[in-house]
T-cell receptor, first 114, second 113 residues
Framework: GEDVEQSLFLSVREGDSSVINCTYT??????LYWYKQEPGAGLQLLTY?????DMKQDQRLTVLLNKKDKHLSLRIADTQTGDSAIYFC??????????????FGKGTKLSVKP | KAGVTQTPRYLIKTRGQQVTLSCSPI?????VSWYQQTPGQGLQFLFE???????NKGNFPGRFSGRQFSNSRSEMNVSTLELGDSALYLC????????????FGPGTRLTVL
């Protein structure tokens, strides 16, 4: 079945880089996403990558995709205290010609220490 | 453009009652999906509606139902509430083109006592 795995916690110092990792099982996934959730809020889409890409960069965010190993990572450069949040990896399997629902990992809680 | 709105933001109910939650998608978006978020199970897909039709359904009991109106607004209903239904219910809208970007609302926090 489909499954997305993430480590639960990550702690970094302000100014360092953060790397959040994710593995997924469904090889039919066409898009993979990173969402951010702050306390008491909904989910904010940070970035996504199409499955035929290896890397995508968007300002401080870099997404790396290793399709062979089904491994996705999100690197946040120059991490700030405002980046403290829970980060969710998600995939959308491809069902018979249409995009499916989002399948989420359990989320990685990023704590940024000043 | 205004974002996805959900009402109410907070709700307290007792076991056995029923509840209706509402979601207004981003203008022009015709797909609305619902997700349940709990500390134990994480984010789980409930169902998706497009043009007033349910296109996809997650693995939830029949007590959970939904509908979509002609203006794309959606409601979900939970009947015979159980303690385990306490959760954050998130709605997401999408224009279903290309990358299936889903934009989430702030959620409705449901507490069942």
């Amino acid at each position: 079945g489909e499954d997305v795995e993430q480590s639960l916690f990550l702690s970094v110092r302000e100014g360092d880089s953060s790397v959040i990792n994710c593995t997924y099982t469904d090889s039919s996934s066409t898009y993979l996403y990173w969402y951010k959730q702050e306390p008491g809020a909904g989910l904010q889409l940070l970035t996504y990558i199409f499955s035929n890409m290896d890397m995508k960069q968007d300002q401080r965010l870099t997404v790396l995709l290793n399709k062979k190993d089904k491994h996705l990572s999100l690197r946040i450069a120059d991490t700030q205290t405002g980046d403290s949040a829970i980060y969710f990896c998600a995939e959308t399997p491809y069902y018979g010609g249409s995009q499916g629902n989002l399948i989420f990992g359990k989320g990685t809680k990023l704590s940024v220490k000043p | 453009k205004a974002g996805v709105t959900q009402t109410p933001r907070y709700l307290i109910k007792t076991r056995g009652q029923q509840v209706t939650l509402s979601c207004s998608p981003i203008s022009g978006h015709r797909s609305v999906s619902w997700y349940q978020q709990t500390p134990g199970q994480g984010l789980q897909f409930l169902f998706e509606y497009f043009s007033e039709t349910q296109r996809n359904k997650g693995n939830f009991p029949g007590r959970f139902s939904g509908r979509q109106f002609s203006n794309s607004r959606s409601e979900m209903n939970v009947s015979t509430l159980e303690l385990g239904d306490s959760a954050l219910y998130l709605c997401a809208s999408s224009d279903i083109q290309g990358n299936n970007e889903q934009f989430f609302g702030p959620g409705t926090r449901l507490t069942v006592l």
